[in-house]
Structures are given as structure tokens and as C-alpha cells.
């Protein structure tokens, strides 16, 4: 408190907050429902540049995100400089108002609402051209490769002999290769009727790597993401609905962060952020112009690792999925 002396008066300057008012332009239906809340509160759990995560008193998890990042349902976007929001953080909703406990509020009005919907089982794309499809995403997404991430296991989709032991290569990190091994695995799995083996053992990837998000959680949850979207395209096949995921979602409550969970059981129920939905409705739709390049690019622009992790998981799921599928007979 600062006391200015002023003739006749004596003026009383509070130190308080400045508060700064930005917009929210669009914001994820999970994240709209959390904040629809009349009992929302939450703190800022993790803190960057580009994104903060809060965990909500219920134990949820949302995300603000700079304006120029991709949708996601758990996620609002924001022309706010996220650089000065702190770990630590309280945070409420008040009115049509965002509010942190710094003084900092984001207006919620006027924003939209982002929800995609499954691919229409209507417009599926053919047995054929999906192979195509997969096919031409596969050599583009291996032509275009860089970085130390599960990335490295594309060449393996090439080999004749899938169940053939190869090294992985020199020099990676042993969490990488242990990610790579397990990719040949389920790369000889392909006439697997059984999908509760496949699930026992992508299960052993939770937790497999580093950061927010570790690589083996994002590949986890890119190969279900696509099966998911496959089952849903087809609907008169459906040996992998037979599946049960809560066993090993379960399984990742404990094994991972409480974000990485939190978006794992998103993509196993076909939700995460816009490029992953554009790729599957693209892929999956016949009528669809295919520009593989453009897809690729723009997965593996999220996060360090987890573009390449995510798409490289959504490759072995068209593979398991394609290879069965050519097979099937309506």
C-alpha cells in the first residue's frame, strides 16, 4: 500500500492485480463443458509459452492454447500471451469470463465451439482405394522422417518378412528403441483375429519415453485412434469392437502423467486435435481429395515428439486394419 499526501486528502493506492482482458476465439466441447460449470475452478498445473494445462478440482484437464494451435476438445484458444501465466495459478470462471488468479481474463462470448464428428460410414472410402490411400501416406510420411522418435520404425513396414528380428538403429535413445521393437511386433500381428493380444501388448508402451506426453502414450494412442474411425466406417465389420480398452486405459492411470492419461483416453474414444481428424476423414472418405504430404506435415507439427509418435501409431492401425480388411468378405 502507498500513501500519497495530496493537500486536503489523503489518497490511498492499492498494489492490486492489473487486469488484463483478451478473447477466447474458439474452444473444445470438453473444455466448453468444463467451464460451463457454475462450480468451475481449477489451477494451473503445467505453464508455457504456447499452452498452460489446468487440472480442475473434479480432477479434469483442460488446456488455453495460443491462437495459433490446433483445436482440441479439451482445449480453448486465445489471443492472450500465455508467456506471463504461472504454475500455481487459481482459476474460475465469472460471467462469460475465464478469470486466473494473477488478474489476467479471457472472454468467453462470441467464441465458437469445436466438435468433430466420425467419418460418415456412408461415404466410406473402397478396400482398394483405402490401400491406396494408406500406401501413399505411408511412403510420404517415411520420405519426410526427421527426428529421434518412434518415426523410426516407418522403414519397417516395408520389409518382407515382418516377423523377421531387426535391430533398430544406432545410437537412439533405449526408450526409443524399445518403441521400435514393439512396432515390428505388431507389424507381424497383421492376420491377428484377436485384439485383446494387440492391446495386451501396446499396453507394455504406456509410459515408454519422455516429457508431457511420452512417445510410447502417443503411439498408443494413435493406433486407436484409427482403429476406432475404422470400426466406425465399416459397421458391418467389427472384430475390433470386440475389444475392451478400460483395461489398459486403466492400466495408464497409474503408468503415465495425469495429462497424458487424460488425452490417451481421448484418442481411444476418436478425439484429439483437428489434423489427426482431417487425416482420418480424408483417408477414409471416397470422395476425398488425398494430399498425403499436407497431412503428414501437419500432425508432426504438435508437440517435440508426439506428431511423428501419433501418426506413426495411426499407420500401424490402417496396416493391421488394411491387411484384414483386404481379406474380409461382406
Not at 526408450?175 to 501388448?201: A, H, M, T, W
Not at 503415465?256 to 477414409?284: K, M, N
Request: proline share 5%.
Amino acid at each position: 500500500m502507498e500513501l500519497t499526501a495530496i493537500p486536503h486528502q489523503c489518497k490511498i493506492r492499492m498494489n492490486l492485480p492489473s487486469k488484463t482482458y483478451s478473447k477466447v476465439t474458439m474452444i473444445g466441447s470438453k473444455a466448453s463443458d468444463y467451464l460451463s460449470s457454475q462450480f468451475f475452478s481449477g489451477e494451473v498445473a503445467i505453464a508455457g509459452p504456447r499452452a498452460v494445462y489446468i487440472i480442475t478440482n473434479d480432477g479434469d484437464i483442460l488446456a488455453g492454447c495460443s491462437a495459433n494451435q490446433q483445436p482440441h476438445p479439451r482445449s480453448f484458444l486465445t489471443n492472450y500471451d500465455l508467456s506471463s501465466i504461472q504454475v500455481g495459478q487459481r482459476v474460475s470462471v465469472k460471467g462469460n469470463n475465464v478469470c486466473f488468479s494473477d488478474g489476467t481474463r479471457l472472454d468467453l462470448s462470441g467464441s465458437k465451439i469445436w466438435n468433430r464428428q466420425a467419418p460418415d460410414a456412408e461415404n466410406a472410402v473402397s478396400r482398394t482405394k483405402l490401400s491406396l490411400k494408406f500406401d501413399n501416406l505411408l511412403r510420404t510420411a517415411t520420405d519426410l522422417h526427421e527426428g529421434e522418435n518412434l518415426g523410426l520404425g516407418l522403414p519397417l513396414f516395408f520389409s518382407k518378412n515382418p516377423s523377421y528380428q531387426q535391430l533398430p538403429p544406432n545410437g537412439i535413445s533405449p526408450l526409443i528403441s524399445v518403441g521400435v521393437i514393439k512396432i515390428q511386433e505388431l507389424l507381424s500381428l497383421y492376420r491377428c483375429r484377436n485384439p485383446r493380444f494387440i492391446l495386451d501388448l501396446v499396453q507394455n508402451l504406456i509410459g515408454v519415453g519422455h516429457g508431457l506426453t511420452p512417445s510410447g502414450d502417443d503411439f498408443v494412442g494413435g493406433l486407436l485412434f484409427m482403429v476406432y474411425h475404422l470400426s466406425n466406417i465399416y459397421p458391418t465389420h467389427k472384430w475390433w469392437n470386440k475389444a475392451d480398452t478400460s483395461k489398459l486405459l486403466n492400466y495408464s492411470r497409474s503408468m503415465t502423467s495425469q495429462i497424458s492419461h487424460a488425452l490417451l483416453t481421448d484418442l481411444a474414444g476418436g478425439q484429439s486435435h483437428e489434423s489427426l481428424h482431417d487425416l482420418a476423414d480424408d483417408v477414409l472418405s471416397r470422395e476425398s481429395r488425398f494430399d498425403s504430404e499436407r497431412h503428414v506435415r501437419r500432425i508432426t507439427q504438435i508437440g517435440h515428439s508426439s506428431g511423428w509418435d501419433m501418426l506413426t501409431g495411426m499407420l500401424v492401425g490402417l496396416f493391421l486394419m488394411t491387411n484384414e480388411i483386404t481379406e474380409w468378405k461382406p
